[in-house]
């Protein structure tokens, strides 16, 4: 566990295979002011991990952000039956042996009962996936999951080298997978105005799940990351 800022750690995790390639996997930890303790994308759960989180206050919140952050999910519902879990609708459909206190739309009804510290939206444009972006406003940190992936070339043999880099998804030009984008062929006037709210929010950090952390100028590497969007793949 490495402490980011104020009030938010980050936690990572064991790799796991997809599409071939080993992912690293990661969860953030965000304090809110009540003691309570939200976690995006829990990583496999320890009791070791336990331990250090209870350190930190008591877990409340379990975010599943996407459809495909969903698989450990279950075993801190075991350890933590107080804690509300939400996730997106396609990870609510996904998962329904889940039980889930809430979607995570862009409503502007509902109430989140984080919002006063943590903003929040669904990605939304693409048929494939949907992804619920958070920010943590107190110390300016992005909070993303599959939306930029950015591995460090080390991370991966030659070979996966070559397949990464095709992807798009190797540091320091990491940009959301070359799948996910050619999704966006109908839908990206709306990723547009998605990307100019977090924009608009001027995050000073980005964290994922997958790669390395910009830890400086993170609205400028947003910017670059998704030039994409202004032009056909």
């Known amino acids: 566990m490495r402490k980011l800022a104020e009030d938010i750690w980050i936690v990572e995790g064991e790799a796991v295979p997809f599409f071939t390639l080993p992912y690293t996997t990661r969860m953030t930890v965000v304090r809110l002011d009540d003691g309570g303790l939200w976690l995006h994308s829990p990583i496999r759960f320890s009791e070791q991990l336990a331990s250090q989180l209870s350190a930190l206050g008591i877990v409340k919140y379990l975010i599943a952000p996407n459809h495909l952050h969903h698989l450990f999910i279950g075993e801190w519902q075991g350890r933590y039956p107080n804690a509300s879990t939400y996730g997106t609708e396609q990870v609510i459909n996904k998962r329904g042996d889940l039980v889930f206190d809430g979607a995570l739309t862009n409503s502007a009804n509902m109430h989140w009962p984080w919002q006063e510290f943590i903003e929040q939206t669904l990605f939304t444009g693409s048929p494939a996936m949907q992804e619920c972006v958070f920010f943590h406003k107190k110390s300016a940190v992005l909070i993303v999951t599959d939306l930029v992936e950015n ?83």
């Open 151 to 233: 591995f460090s070339i080390e991370h991966f043999s030659c070979c996966h080298r070559l397949i990464a880099k095709g992807v798009g998804i190797l540091a320091p030009d990491g940009k959301m997978p070359i799948d996910w984008r050619l999704s966006f062929m109908f839908g990206r006037a709306e990723a547009r105005n998605h990307l100019a709210t977090i924009l608009n929010w001027q995050p000073k950090v980005l964290v994922m799940a997958h790669g390395e952390i910009v830890e400086t100028e993170a609205t400028a590497f947003l910017k670059r990351s998704f030039r994409w969007l202004s032009k056909a793949e």
